[in-house]
T-cell receptor, first 112, second 114 residues
Framework: DAGVIQSPRHEVTEMGQEVTLRCKPISGHNSLFWYRQTMMRGLELLIYFNNNVPIDDSGMPEDRFSAKMPNASFSTLKIQPSEPRDSAVYFC??????????FGDGTRLSIL | GNSVTQMEGPVTLSEEAFLTINCTYTATGYPSLFWYVQYPGEGLQLLLKATKADDKGSNKGFEATYRKETTSFHLEKGSVQVSDSAVYFCALSDRTGGGNKLTFGTGTQLKVEL
């Protein structure tokens, strides 16, 4: 079975550019989560959706970050404009009806 | 609010040594508890879980028991292998909002040497 699929796996871009991270959850899962992982702050929940509706976006660091889930099989996390302090590994995870979350392999983002 | 506290790493052990990684939690209600493992360059993988007090989760030789009286969920393995080297995260779940929001500890890096 296909797991959570994230793209791209690596992204290097200059500050000020728009960055779009993509996630395809496991088919049938109804919750989707975006996390950010850094050495300094560990693993942080940015936002999560349930049945495509954003439930908690209190972890989104600032207005430069936005996330959408237009349908059950796709979500994006955008950063505009990007800054060097946004450099991190971004993970997407999905789950069904309270079952354990399944994680993608992450997108390693470097903002120069 | 919910929180999870893990012992700081790195933990360095020789192969076949006994492993304990401590985890304690603070939560309202009755959360489910999890251990996730992250190998280098990969996402987190569920290692084991327990959904109620006194449950024991186990997988791949790892075990953890949900202790409500001590609010703990310590991870143990009787004999570690080099391949167990990874970062281990303790987490609890919160069903608020209909999802399965997880609160993670900071992670404990395990290094197993020959």
């Amino acid at each position: 079975d296909a797991g959570v699929i994230q793209s791209p796996r690596h992204e290097v871009t200059e500050m000020g550019q728009e960055v779009t991270l993509r996630c395809k959850p496991i088919s049938g899962h109804n919750s989707l989560f975006w996390y950010r992982q850094t050495m300094m702050r560990g693993l942080e929940l940015l936002i999560y959706f349930n049945n495509n509706v954003p439930i908690d976006d209190s972890g989104m660091p600032e207005d430069r970050f936005s996330a959408k889930m237009p349908n059950a099989s796709f979500s994006t996390l955008k950063i505009q404009p990007s800054e060097p302090r946004d450099s991190a590994v971004y993970f997407c995870a999905s789950s069904f009806d309270g079952q354990p979350q399944h994680f993608g392999d992450g997108t390693r983002l470097s903002i120069l | 609010g919910n929180s999870v506290t893990q012992m700081e790493g790195p933990v360095t052990l020789s192969e076949e040594a006994f492993l304990t990684i401590n985890c304690t939690y603070t939560a309202t209600g009755y959360p489910s508890l999890f251990w996730y493992v992250q190998y280098p360059g990969e996402g987190l993988q569920l290692l084991l879980k327990a959904t109620k007090a006194d449950d024991k989760g186990s997988n791949k030789g790892f075990e953890a028991t949900y202790r409500k009286e001590t609010t703990s969920f310590h991870l143990e393995k009787g004999s570690v292998q080099v391949s167990d080297s990874a970062v281990y995260f303790c987490a609890l779940s919160d069903r608020t909002g209909g999802g399965n929001k997880l609160t993670f500890g900071t992670g404990t890096q395990l290094k197993v040497e020959l």
